[in-house]
T-cell receptor
Framework: GAGVSQSPSNKVTEKGKDVELRCDPI?????LYWYRQSLGQGLEFLIY????????KSGLPSDRFSAERTGGSVSTLTIQRTQQEDSAVYLC????????????????FGPGTRLTVL | KQEVTQIPAALSVPEGENLVLNCSFT??????LQWFRQDPGKGLTSLLL?????REQTSGRLNASLDKSSGRSTLYIAASQPGDSATYLC????????????FGKGTTLSVSS
């Protein structure tokens, strides 16, 4: 079946604008994750969804970042009042889940959205 | 706080060589460790997942080992090919959350023909 898809693939925006990034997980995957990959910082965890709930949002860098998931499927990551330091590749992943604390299964990643804030 | 380090940051080898990529982590109480591959401009592809109870996992020319007590994992690539050129990342689950992955910064491998 289809893998994880993300849209748009590239987004250029002006500082101060809001942006929405979309993730379509693999069908049947209950767990969904957002990560950010920037030069010098590597890959950083942002938020984890199990179904429509987000039990772990510890990686969101500020209150300008929010995410939601509806219908246990599509997720949207929203960045308000974008700043230049938000420029990065935003990666989404999904996995079968659910699982007990500390247990993880293989995460399947999408191609990412490259965000550039001018 | 768990930290993951990968050495070397970059590696260039001629085709056919066997090579080892290293990953170390500061908190040995991990549940598993994963190795990923990332091609330029692409997402990550999972290569191998080693559970904490396992010592190694093999897939084709790839072999990953895990030594929890010393906080180390190695990815062995046999008979390297130009198509193996990519960035290789290792990751462990966050002990606190158990679900988020903490990644190393990767080793960028270049295999020349």
């Amino acid at each position: 079946g289809a893998g994880v898809s993300q849209s748009p693939s590239n987004k250029v925006t002006e500082k101060g604008k809001d942006v929405e990034l979309r993730c379509d997980p693999i069908s049947g995957h209950t767990a969904l994750y957002w990560y950010r990959q920037s030069l010098g910082q590597g890959l950083e965890f942002l938020i984890y969804f199990q179904g429509n709930s987000a039990p772990d949002k510890s990686g969101l860098p500020s209150d300008r970042f929010s995410a939601e998931r509806t219908g246990g499927s599509v997720s949207t990551l929203t960045i308000q009042r974008t700043q230049q330091e938000d420029s990065a590749v935003y990666l989404c992943a999904s996995s079968l889940g659910p699982f007990a604390r500390g247990w993880t299964d293989t995460q399947y990643f999408g191609p990412g959205t490259r965000l550039t804030v001018l | 706080k768990q930290e993951v380090t990968q050495i070397p940051a970059a590696l260039s080898v001629p085709e056919g060589e066997n090579l080892v990529l290293n990953c170390s982590f500061t908190d040995s109480a991990i549940y598993n460790l994963q190795w990923f591959r990332q091609d330029p401009g692409k997402g990550l592809t999972s290569l191998l997942l080693i559970q904490s109870s396992q010592r190694e996992q093999t897939s084709g020319r790839l072999n990953a080992s895990l030594d929890k007590s010393s906080g180390r994992s190695t990815l062995y690539i046999a008979a390297s090919q130009p198509g193996d050129s990519a960035t290789y990342l290792c990751a462990v689950p966050s002990n606190q959350a158990g679900t988020a992955l903490i990644f190393g910064k990767g080793t960028t491998l270049s295999v020349s023909s």
